[in-house]
């Protein structure tokens, strides 16, 4: 049998869409998928209809794709994203409580790498530290809690590949996680 694809619905923004969205599970409401724009804002669709359900200005354009670290709570999803202006920050989008309120996204931290960033941001799960490669030429850790910058490593040339974590030979943070940029 041939399978036949259909167009479930369409969402235009402002400029390219660049990253991957990401698909984020919410208790008790649909799926949703969050994506940047080049034309400066982060969205938040309902997957099923592709209905609108946050939007927010985030001060450059997304090349890189969102990451989700572990909720602060059950009606919400923590969210961490870079600029091509440097901008690297940590957002908290939450559902509704009740059928009349609405969804919100707001900023817990920013931090201005002063360096583009096109890398996805990779999160070490034992040190609890976000790693990233810029355009600098540099890979830099900040804390997730609150962006803090803990550790840069320079590099000859810039970065534009996402790290991700690994056992084979690489960049450690001294805290035991290993990163590697292929």
């Known amino acids: 049998p041939v399978l036949v694809l259909q167009l479930a619905w369409a969402f235009e923004t402002g400029g390219e869409i660049t990253c991957r969205p990401l698909l984020l599970p919410v208790d008790g409401h649909a799926d949703v998928l969050v994506f940047g724009s080049y034309d400066g804002h982060l969205y938040v669709l309902e997957q099923r209809h592709g209905s609108v359900l946050a939007q927010a200005s985030i001060g450059g354009s997304l090349f890189a794709s969102p990451i989700a670290l572990p909720p602060p709570s059950s009606s919400s999803s ?3 994203l870079c600029t091509n202006r ?3 920050s940590r957002w908290l989008l939450t ?3 009740s059928p009349s309120a609405s969804w919100s996204l707001s900023t817990t931290w920013t931090h201005d790498l002063r360096s583009p960033t096109f890398s996805t941001p990779c999160l070490c799960p034992s040190s609890s530290l976000l790693v990233l490669g810029c355009t600098d030429g540099s890979i830099r850790a900040v ?3 609150d962006g803090k910058p803990v550790w840069r ?4 040339q810039p970065v534009f590949s996402s790290p991700t974590p690994t056992s084979l030979p690489s960049i450690t943070d001294g805290g035991g ?3 590697a940029f292929i």
């Open 78 to 80: 923590s969210l961490v």
């Open 153 to 156: 490593r320079d590099t000859p």
């Open 177 to 179: 996680d290993d990163v």
């Open 143 to 145: 804390r997730a809690s």
């Open 95 to 97: 559902a509704p409580s």
């Open 86 to 88: 440097g901008l690297l």
